[in-house]
Nanobody
Framework: QVQLVESGGGLVQAGGSPRLSCVAS????????MGWYRQAPGKQRESVAG???????NFADSVKGRFTISRDNAKNTVYLQMNDLKPEDTAVYYC????????????WGQGTQVTVSS
């Protein structure tokens, strides 16, 4: 069973730069990618950033230039460095791990709240 545990959320002032962490544990078959999604109240969950097994990254347009994603393979951890936070970044942030054949197996963390005050 794969488990993902996020940390690093909380209340942040606009312009702040918190870092989220997600630690993966368990048996992971055919790892494909890890990433971050977020869901704001009344909105659908959206992709924020991702990093593949070979280090290719992607970002939502709304966070390009402000967020970075990185992975520490030795620690089975993915990080989301968030810079210049805005109130519209307020959401629950979820860690995602994709694995299995064709990457169709998805694992999710429990989510961590990030609230940006103006």
């Amino acid at each position: 069973q794969v488990q993902l545990v996020e940390s690093g959320g909380g209340l942040v002032q606009a312009g702040g730069s918190p870092r989220l962490s997600c630690v993966a544990s368990g048996s992971i078959f055919n790892f494909k990618s890890m990433g971050w999604y977020r869901q704001a109240p009344g909105k659908q969950r959206e992709s924020v950033a991702g990093i593949t097994s070979i280090g290719i990254t992607n970002f939502a347009d709304s966070v390009k230039g402000r967020f970075t994603i990185s992975r520490d393979n030795a620690k089975n951890t993915v990080y989301l460095q968030m810079n210049d936070l805005k109130p519209e970044d307020t959401a629950v942030y979820y860690c995602n791990l994709r694995a299995g054949v064709f990457g169709k197996t998805n694992y999710w963390g429990q989510g961590t709240q990030v609230t940006v005050s103006s």
